[in-house]
């Protein structure tokens, strides 16, 4: 399982990185699927439209998700998950926080200039809130995936939290906030940063359940992988 999920991750990893070298170097492939995208969800906006997707697209904010994070820091310490808690927590404030922030600085990338309908000031690459909901809401579908053995609720979380993080995706661009490259390159991100996490998680777990109980602190952090 963990030899899969690496694997798994790198290929993401891959996939944003030619996504990124492909945006720096401006090549005209990307700005083929940028223009195709944009013209297909931005063809029918409307006042009500665009009213609407930018409330609902905040399920996928920056700053929604920390709270979002810390609620289910919350709860994980209240059941005595303490290594689960601080896994998830770091998890979600590394990669789409720290990571995600250096990265802008980086590819440097304007805003598009087309239809703008919300406000946004930062880099455009990559998308922090794409990057932020597939890291917080893929952490918690795949975790209860592993856990949960029950298909019809495996494949039901599943499709929950594919619907959840395309909706976010596909408001940026109805937005006119994002690139549609910018929102494929933090799925891409988000996605290697949450399969290279659980497998830092498991490989980790016991020994930091070991350092707590040697301070008397019981750790109830259950194992992901059987």
Not at 93 to 104: A, H, M, N, Y
Not at 114 to 131: D, K, M, N, Y
Not at 136 to 152: D, E, K, N, Q, R
Request: proline share 2%.
């Amino acid at each position: 399982m963990k030899k899969t999920f690496n694997i798994t991750a790198f290929i993401f990893l891959i996939i944003f990185l030619i996504i990124a070298a492909g945006v720096m170097t401006g090549s005209r492939w990307v700005e083929k699927i940028d223009l195709s995208l944009i013209s297909l969800l931005q063809a029918n906006v409307t006042e009500t439209g665009a009213s609407v997707i930018s409330i609902l697209t905040n399920i996928g904010g920056v700053e929604e998700i920390i709270i979002f994070t810390l609620a289910a820091v919350i709860i994980l310490f209240i059941r005595k998950m303490y290594v689960a808690g601080f896994w998830f927590g770091l998890t979600v404030f590394v990669s789409p926080g720290v990571l995600v922030s250096i990265i802008k600085l980086i590819v440097d990338r304007d805003r598009p200039d087309f239809l703008r309908l919300a406000f946004e000031s930062s880099q455009s690459f990559p998308s922090g809130h794409s990057t932020a909901s597939t890291v917080f809401y893929g952490l918690i579908a795949v975790s209860l995936i592993l856990l949960i053995h029950t298909l019809w609720k495996r494949v039901l979380i599943g499709i929950l939290a594919f619907v959840l993080i395309s909706f976010v995706m596909a408001s940026r661009i109805y937005l006119g906030v994002h690139f549609p490259t910018d929102v494929l390159a933090g799925f891409s991100f988000g996605t290697a940063s949450v399969l290279f996490s659980l497998v830092l998680y498991q490989s980790v777990r016991t020994k930091f359940q070991a350092w707590l109980s040697s301070k008397n602190i019981q750790d109830k952090s259950p194992s992901l992988f059987q």
